[in-house]
C-alpha cells in the first residue's frame, strides 16, 4: 500500500487543505472522499469531493512490499 498526501480545495471558500491516505492502486481509486470538512472556521462545510478534484502526491518511504 502507497500512502498518498492528497490536496483539495474547498468548493465554498476556496481554501486548499491536505490530508493523508493509503491505497492499494491494484484495488482502484476511490470515485469520491465522503464527508471532508473545510478546515476554515468561517466556513466549516462538510462534503463528498470528487477524486478527480484532488492532487494526489506519493509521501516517500511509505510504499510496503
Do not use: H, I
Not at 500512502?3 to 491494484?26: H, I
Not at 484495488?27 to 462545510?45: I, M, R
Not at 477524486?51 to 511509505?62: I, N
Amino acid at each position: 500500500m502507497q500512502v498518498y498526501e492528497v490536496e483539495w480545495e474547498c468548493p465554498s471558500c476556496g481554501r486548499r487543505q491536505m490530508f493523508r491516505r493509503g491505497f492499494n492502486e491494484d484495488d482502484g481509486w476511490p470515485n469520491k472522499f465522503d464527508d471532508l470538512e473545510c478546515e476554515n472556521s468561517e466556513c466549516g462545510q462538510v462534503q463528498d469531493v470528487p477524486f478527480r478534484a484532488c492532487t494526489l502526491t506519493p509521501v516517500e518511504g511509505t510504499e510496503e512490499y
